[in-house]
Structures are given as structure tokens and as C-alpha cells.
């Protein structure tokens, strides 16, 4: 029968009794030794014995005691055996249970929080993360990058790191007020680049707060970067803002002149005036829808070009005859040089013809009276010809140099308007050398004249 740790306790104190008044009556009756020498003897024989008796019975707890200062201290991954039947012994079980329990609880949330980082970490959004003192908690991958923020930001504030006084503001009122919110920022620290950024807030499990939702335990921020979105956005309002700027006013004019008309100068000498002007703008209304419907069909996913060998030399007698008329008006002179007349591109023969006529339209609308035009081919390196076209005229200005190539851009806009011109002829060079995987870029000595050079595919003849 296993005895309780009280019953042995009850007994050890008995045995020590006995001992101590066995002692003392054989010093007394045997020894005939003094009452109080007797005693005194008796305690010190006792004492020793009563120590040793102690050291043994409470091995049990300094045992379940170490185990608890090793749990307390994080370093519980290995029990401690005892092998005892005795309350001390379950308990020493019981407190083993617990820590094989709480090891298991600590490996499933370190699986949870790699899984999350993990999780975290393949989101292309920004992610971060507050606690409801409005600490950053975590942030991940994706959004140290896009703010560039240095490592070891935990702990700190949003506005300390990221600069924002509206976003702080937010994480703070979402922390609150538990309402969701959304802001659009322009981040310094991220090359001025724009955010959508939406706050949720997170609210306290029930059971830390009793009821759901009472109170947060901070918030969470999603930046999605919207900076190209917001530029293809200022595009097309920056297009349709000079579209109709373009239209209003030849077809003002052409109401002005055509209400002239009805009201009575249609009977007077001048009527054929009005008529012309009409027509004159009538035209203009019609170059800028035409190029329009080109830009936009070329930049259209249904685009295909029709791919095949053309000399170089044909297409730029096809561009040139189409011009001749304005190249006689100006009395100008085109030479065609070194172009080998085997040279061949791979292309499509109308669109190319179109890069053709709207560099030479340049060159012969910004040339000077009596000027030359100079337009070679040679082919550059393995796979590429590079086209030329020079002309001796106003030339351009270097700031402008970068810019003849946006839609509707016009170095002198008065001037190019007196020409007919609508801004629109180098952007659909640009596009369709583009679409034939080739470059096109300009230099300039401003009073002295232009080159304009194009790259396309060479073809190899088979
Ligand atoms: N050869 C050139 N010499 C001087 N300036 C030029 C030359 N080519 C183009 N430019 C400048 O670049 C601008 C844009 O040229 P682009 O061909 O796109 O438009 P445009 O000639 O004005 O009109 P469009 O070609 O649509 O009739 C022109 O307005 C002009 O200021
Ligand atoms: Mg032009």
C-alpha cells in the first residue's frame, strides 16, 4: 500500500520522536546521565537524521520546482521523470502535462505566424500592420520596398517612418471609431508615387473584451500603387482636353461663317470667301479626324501590319511623288543618297510610306524657300536599315527635341496651324515604327536644319 505524503510525514515525525526518547532514556536509565545532558544529546543524534529525513521526503518538489523555472523561462522542451505514485508525483505529472501542452500551443502559432509572413510577404500590395496604441506591429515585403523603409521599424509610429500626417490621422480614427476608411496619398519618400491606401480596423477576439467589436486591437493598411493608373488617367484627360481644343476651333468657324451665310452674305460678293474658309476648316476638321482614327487603330489590339519585303528605295519615291506638288511650290531640292537600291525592309508597305511622307511633309513645311532635302538608307549593324531625312530649315529648339513626338505638341503652334498642320504627323511615325519593332529619334542645330532618323527591320534577301 503507497502511503500519502502526509502519512509519511506523520510517520518520519513519529520515527524521530522514538529515536530521540529512545536515545535520551538509554543515556538517562542506562548511562545515568543528567535529565538535560541527556535531552541535548538526544537533539543532536536527532537533528542530523531529521535532515536527511527532510532532504529526502522534499526531492519531489525541488524537482517539480526546477521544471516550473525552466517552463517560466522558455526552456521547457524536456520533461524531468519522477516516478511517483504520491500527490507529488501527480503533480509533477500534471505540471509535465501542461508544458507538453504549451509546447505544442507555442509550435502551432510559430506555424501560424511563418504561414502569415509567408501569406504577407506574396501579396504585391503594401501591408502594415498597428497595434491599438497605433505601433507598427509588422509590414511586409512589398511595402518596405515601394517606401523604402529602413529595417527595425517595429515599434515605431506610421508617422515617424512614413512621414503622413493624414495617414497617422486615419490609423487612428479606424482604431477608434472601428469604421473603415480609404485616402489616396502621394508618398515623398516613394518618388512621388500614388496610393490608394484602405484602413480596416481589427477588432479584439470576444474573449479578450467579453463583447464583439467594443474594442480594436489596431488596424490593418493596404497600399496599392495607383501612380499608373493616375498617369494613364492624365493622359487621356490631357487627350480629349486637346482633342476638343482642336476641333473647337475650325468648327467654330465654320458655324460662324456657315450662320454668315444664311443670314444674308450668301447673296453678296463674298459669299465665295466664306465658302472657301469653310472648306479650308472643313479639311482641317478632316486631316485630325483621319490621323486621330489612325493613331487610335494602330494602338488597337486588333492591330496586325502586313509583313513583307520592300526596297527602301521604292517607298521613298512613293512618299516623294506624293509630295512633289509642295516640294515644286517651295522650289525645293530632294536628293536621294546612297541609298543601295537592294536595300530592303521588312514592313508593311502603307504604313511605312505614311513615316515617309509625314517626315518629308516636315521637311518640306520647315524648310526654307529654295531648300534641300536629303534622304539616305543604309543598313546598321546585322539586323537593322536606318533611314535619314535632313532639311536645311528653322531646325528645332533643344528643349522641344524630346517632346515633337507627343500627340498634338507643336514647336510653334501659330505656325504650324498657318501650315495645316494638327501636331499629330510624328506621333504616328513614332507609333508605327514602334509596331515594326524599330526607333525613331531626331537632332536638330535650330536655324541651320533637322535630320530625323528611323530604324526598321532589315530583310535579308533569301
Ligand atoms: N523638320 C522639322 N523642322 C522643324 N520643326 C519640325 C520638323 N518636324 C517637326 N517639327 C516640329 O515638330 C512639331 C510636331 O510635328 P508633327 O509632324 O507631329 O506635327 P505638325 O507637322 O505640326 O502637324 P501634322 O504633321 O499633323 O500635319 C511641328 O509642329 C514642328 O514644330
Ligand atoms: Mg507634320
Not at 504604313?351 to 536629303?374: C, H, M, P, S, T
Request: overall charge neutral.
Amino acid at each position: 500500500m503507497r502511503l500519502r505524503f502526509g502519512g509519511r510525514l506523520a510517520i518520519s515525525f513519529l520515527f524521530l520522536l522514538a529515536l530521540f526518547l529512545l536515545i535520551q532514556s538509554y543515556l538517562i536509565h542506562s548511562l545515568k546521565k543528567p535529565f538535560l545532558l541527556s535531552s541535548f544529546v538526544g537533539v543532536l543524534i536527532v537533528l542530523p537524521v531529521a535532515y536527511l529525513i527532510f532532504r529526502f521526503m522534499t526531492q519531489p518538489i525541488r524537482v517539480i520546482t526546477e521544471l516550473a523555472n525552466r517552463i517560466a523561462s522558455g526552456n521547457g522542451t524536456k520533461g524531468l521523470p519522477l516516478h511517483r505514485e504520491d500527490e507529488l508525483g501527480r503533480l509533477a505529472k500534471a505540471i509535465d502535462e501542461m508544458r507538453l501542452q504549451l509546447q505544442r500551443k507555442i509550435e502551432e502559432i510559430s506555424e501560424e505566424k511563418d504561414y502569415l509572413q509567408a501569406l504577407l510577404g506574396g501579396i504585391m500590395e503594401g501591408v502594415l500592420v498597428i497595434d491599438a496604441k497605433g505601433r507598427i506591429v509588422m509590414v511586409n515585403q512589398a511595402l518596405r520596398q515601394l517606401l523604402s523603409l529602413p529595417p527595425g521599424i517595429e515599434m515605431r509610429t506610421p508617422i515617424e517612418v512614413i512621414r503622413n500626417a493624414e495617414l497617422e490621422e486615419t490609423l487612428q480614427r479606424v482604431v477608434q471609431s472601428g469604421k473603415g476608411a480609404t485616402l489616396e496619398l502621394v508618398l515623398p519618400s516613394a518618388q512621388e508615387k500614388t496610393f490608394e491606401v484602405n484602413v480596416v480596423g481589427i477588432p479584439s477576439s470576444p474573449a479578450e473584451t467579453g463583447k464583439e467589436d467594443e474594442t480594436r486591437r489596431g488596424a490593418i493598411a493596404l497600399f496599392h500603387d495607383i501612380t499608373r493608373l493616375k498617369e494613364l488617367e492624365k493622359i487621356r484627360q490631357d487627350f480629349v482636353a486637346n482633342v476638343s481644343h482642336e476641333l473647337r476651333t475650325p468648327l467654330t468657324t465654320i458655324k460662324g461663317y456657315a450662320e454668315t451665310l444664311l443670314e444674308g452674305a450668301l447673296k453678296e460678293e463674298v459669299a465665295y470667301q466664306f465658302v472657301q474658309v469653310i472648306k479650308k476648316h472643313s479639311d482641317r476638321l478632316e486631316k485630325i479626324v483621319q490621323d486621330l482614327l489612325m493613331l487610335s487603330k494602330i494602338e488597337s489590339r486588333q492591330f496586325r501590319l502586313q509583313m513583307e519585303p520592300l526596297s527602301v528605295l521604292d517607298l521613298v519615291n512613293s512618299a516623294l511623288s506624293f509630295l512633289r506638288e509642295a516640294i515644286d511650290k517651295k522650289m525645293m531640292t530632294v536628293s536621294v543618297e546612297h541609298i543601295p537600291p537592294a536595300l530592303q525592309v521588312c514592313g508593311d508597305q502603307k504604313y511605312l510610306e505614311q513615316v515617309l511622307i509625314n517626315l518629308l511633309d516636315n521637311a518640306v513645311k520647315y524648310g526654307r524657300d529654295g531648300g534641300k532635302i536629303f534622304v539616305s538608307a543604309n543598313q546598321k549593324g546585322q539586323e537593322e536599315v536606318e533611314i535619314s531625312v535632313k532639311d536645311d530649315g528653322i531646325g528645332i529648339p533643344k528643349e522641344d527635341l524630346s517632346r515633337i513626338f507627343e500627340r498634338f505638341y507643336r514647336v510653334d503652334k501659330g505656325r504650324s496651324n498657318e501650315l495645316g498642320g494638327t501636331g499629330l504627323g510624328l506621333s504616328i511615325v513614332k507609333h508605327i515604327v514602334q509596331a515594326h519593332g524599330g526607333r525613331v529619334w531626331a537632332e536638330s542645330q535650330p536655324g541651320q536644319g533637322s535630320t530625323f532618323y528611323v530604324t526598321l527591320p532589315l530583310h535579308f534577301p533569301s
